[in-house]
């Protein structure tokens, strides 16, 4: 045990602080990403690959691999208060679908570095939610495919050629992930759906493409600043031309796509006018149990057209599993519900209404039907997004209990129709059953 924790120690004192090494030889630079080869600063041999960059959460992330192949990811922060050679466990979240539990030793104290199992679930992923001794962080894993294959590419040839034939490691082209053609029926990853229309499954024999035509799309969305910036679900307006939103009762205006965040499923538009009474996002975190109000355009055209109301609680502070930028919630959602606002009882923001579980592919794994799992983005999210686009919004703590109609009545004033048109096959015209927000 104490050889593995050395040889460990010895590895992130290379990989994850280069100061301690000789290097780079040669280069990797992929966007922020920036790394090379790096010999033992005690023997001078090559040592390892890696590539690191540095987040606004003030944590700088390590891809590495040494000269054995093993993975090594390194988190940095001035943050950290570790004790040197102490060993800390990391969970680590991939898309929201495959949890890691690994292991990290104290290069530093201010330095974590976790052997990794293997490449292929950090290539093939978008975000990574990393828990570290209690606290959570979150990263956009942006070129990340290619960081890898360029770490991978920088390890095989230095081990080859040595380091003095080092050159530029970064255009690698990256393997795309395997996909597999028929799902597998395992309970470990039920689907939620989403209210695109559902593509029908994949198969081994390829098909003619199917004829298209225009087809309407709604969903909803909230008018979050004065300014009229309008907040939806990134799978909302996915695939649209021209974006229209009207608040009931009100004339259609045509919003502008201001930025999308295609991971965490969000989307900011841009209205041709002001709002007088925008929503007003909760400043404090919503509990289990806490009473909601979820309000959209579930089925619009099929069922009225204003928006409904549904109500209910906050079931859990995390999603499917245990994906904690997400709120479940009891309250009915249906088709066009999506991008809608998630209230509490003094009406203020506490979620964006996104998706639910797939209860016809639960009921087909397990046999129970499920009811009433549905899914909001968290606040910290929409938050931290909004920042990143400069947005103007308020925020408050919750005051005064208020009756659900003058929640939803308040709620005029910032609750959108969405609407667009998208190009969709001739088969999948009708609404899909069981779809979700």
Same mark, same amino acid.
């Given at each position: 045990m104490r050889s593995m924790v050395c040889t460990v120690l010895a590895l992130a004192a290379s990989s994850v602080m280069p100061a301690h090494a000789a290097g780079p030889f040669g280069s990797i630079k992929i966007d922020n990403w920036k790394g090379g080869a790096y010999t033992d600063d005690k023997t001078g041999t090559f040592n390892h690959c890696s590539a690191a960059t540095a987040y606004l959460n003030g944590i700088s992330f390590n891809i590495s691999r040494n000269i054995a192949d093993q993975w090594v990811l390194g988190f940095g922060s001035t943050s950290f208060h570790f004790t040197k050679g102490e060993t800390i466990p990391v969970?680590?979240?991939?898309?929201?679908?495959?949890?890691?539990?690994?292991?990290?030793?104290?290069?530093?104290?201010?330095?974590?570095? /976790?052997?990794?199992?293997?490449?292929?679930?950090?290539?093939?992923?978008h975000l990574m939610v990393a828990q570290i001794n209690g606290a959570t962080y979150q990263f956009q894993l942006k070129f990340v495919d290619r960081v890898v294959a360029a770490v991978a590419s920088c390890v095989a040839k230095t081990k080859t050629t040595g380091v003095d034939a080092a050159g530029d490691f970064s255009n690698v082209v990256a393997r795309p992930p395997i996909q597999t053609l028929v799902p597998s029926p395992?309970?470990?990853?039920?689907?939620?759906?989403?209210?695109?229309?559902t593509a029908p499954p994949p198969s081994a024999t390829p098909q003619p493409a199917a004829p298209t035509r225009p087809a309407e799309k709604s969903g909803t969305g909230i008018v979050v600043s004065r300014n009229g910036h309008v907040l939806t679900n990134y799978h909302?307006?996915?695939?649209?031309?021209?974006v229209h939103g009207n608040l009931?009762?009100? /004339? &259609?205006?045509?919003?502008?796509?201001?930025?999308?965040?295609?991971?965490?499923?969000? /989307?900011?538009?841009? /209205?041709?006018r002001t709002f007088d009474e925008p929503a007003i996002i909760r400043g404090t975190a919503i509990r289990p149990g806490d009473a909601i109000v979820a309000i959209g355009y579930p089925f619009h055209g099929l069922l009225t057209s204003?928006?409904?109301?549904?109500?209910?609680?906050? &079931?859990?502070?995390s999603g499917l599993l245990n994906d904690t930028r997400y709120l479940q919630i009891s309250a009915e959602?249906?088709?066009g519900n999506s991008g809608g606002p998630l209230l509490d009882t003094s009406g203020n923001l506490v979620g964006v209404v996104s998706s639910k579980l797939n209860a016809i592919k639960v009921a087909k794994v397990t046999g129970d039907l499920p009811q009433?799992?549905?899914?909001?983005?968290?606040?910290?999210?929409?938050?931290?997004?909004?920042?990143?686009?400069?947005?103007s919004y308020k925020t408050a703590e919750p005051k005064d209990e208020l009756k659900t109609a003058e929640i939803a009545r308040r709620a005029r004033s910032y609750t959108m129709l969405i609407s667009c048109t998208t190009r969709a096959a001739e088969q999948n015209s009708a609404p899909a059953q069981g779809a979700a927000p």
């Open positions: 969970s680590l979240l991939f898309d929201g679908q495959t949890r890691l539990q690994v292991f990290g030793i104290a290069a530093t104290p201010q330095i974590l570095a /976790a052997p990794f199992p293997g490449e292929s679930v950090l290539q093939k992923s395992t309970p470990t990853a039920p689907a939620t759906s989403s209210p695109s229309t909302v307006i996915d695939g649209c031309g021209d009931t009762g009100e /004339a &259609s205006m045509v919003l502008r796509p201001v930025s999308r965040d295609q991971i965490n499923d969000l /989307a900011l538009l841009q /209205a041709p204003d928006f409904t109301v549904t109500s209910g609680i906050i &079931s859990s502070l959602v249906q088709s009433n799992v549905n899914f909001a983005i968290k606040t910290g999210a929409v938050r931290d997004f909004l920042d990143n686009g400069v947005v």
